[in-house]
């Protein structure tokens, strides 16, 4: 059963409030159809999910960390 999420989140294009838009920026990337299940299964090889994997290979190859 869905839950009725009207009024919880701003309005596409309205900024939004509290932690995440104060601490953190988004960043999207595309991958060719067919290959994102390889990258949610590297992920869960590894334990992580997607957002943290992604991050750790930045962190590993930039040599900066990310969090």
Known sequence: RR???AGKHPPVGQKKSG???ENL???R?????GKKAVVQQAAQNKGM???AYLID???QDCGEKLK
């Open 29 to 33: 990337f595309r991958v060719p159809k």
């Open 19 to 21: 932690y995440m838009a």
């Open 25 to 27: 920026e988004e960043v």
């Open 49 to 51: 999910s997607v957002a």
């Open 57 to 59: 290979l930045i962190e």
């Open 3 to 5: 839950k009725d999420h």
